[in-house]
């Protein structure tokens, strides 16, 4: 579950896209789906999930039109999207995070990341390995990555919006 802080940041930014397909990467339980999907009423909502179990325990067919289970650092994303990772970036190893990151930067319209920007050490939970904190992203680390784009500082969180 990913924390609350900069969600309506989110939200603005998701609204005033006026997208028509959303992609959240890591929905985890869906909540971008469930809290924001009513903003974008004419967009297709996508996720992709690396942990198989998560769909069925979380009813992710219900939430989304797609459901991909999937590595992201392998996934075809398609061009002109709206990709959401949402707590994603900081369960990745630092140099697939960028390169995840470069490379969205190629496809998508619109790129919204979120990550701790205080230490959180996270391991295994509900049986997935891949929730795991691989790398400690600060501040200013992802803001040098992210080009400086419109972005939101809490206390927890850091929000980045990237637009083409």
């Known amino acids: 579950m990913s924390h609350h802080e900069g969600r309506d940041w989110v939200a603005d930014r998701l609204k005033a896209a ?14 971008y789906s469930m809290l924001m999907r009513p903003l974008t009423p004419s967009a ?7 942990w198989g179990p998560y769909v069925a325990r979380f009813n992710l067919k219900e939430k ?5 289970v999937a590595d992201v650092r392998g996934f ?9 990772l949402g707590d994603v970036v900081e369960h990745l ?13 190629a ?7 979120s990550v701790p920007i205080v230490t959180l050490h996270q391991g295994t939970v509900h049986g ?25 500082r809490g206390d927890v969180l850091g929000r980045w919006w990237w637009s083409r």
């Not at 006026?18 to 909540?31: F, Q, S």
């Not at 190893?93 to 930067?105: F, Q, V």
């Open 18 to 31: 006026c997208p028509t397909l959303v992609i959240d990467v890591g929905p985890g339980e869906g909540i």
């Open 44 to 50: 297709r909502w996508e996720c992709v999930e690396v």
């Open 64 to 68: 989304y039109d797609a459901v991909h």
């Open 76 to 84: 075809d994303f398609p061009p002109g999207a709206v990709v959401l």
């Open 93 to 105: 190893p630092e140099p697939d995070g960028r390169r995840l990151l470069t490379e969205l930067r």
């Open 107 to 113: 496809r998508a319209d619109h790129l919204m990341v």
């Open 128 to 152: 997935n390995p891949h929730e795991a904190h691989l790398t400690h992203w600060t501040w200013e680390a992802m803001d040098e990555v992210m080009g400086g784009c419109d972005s939101y």
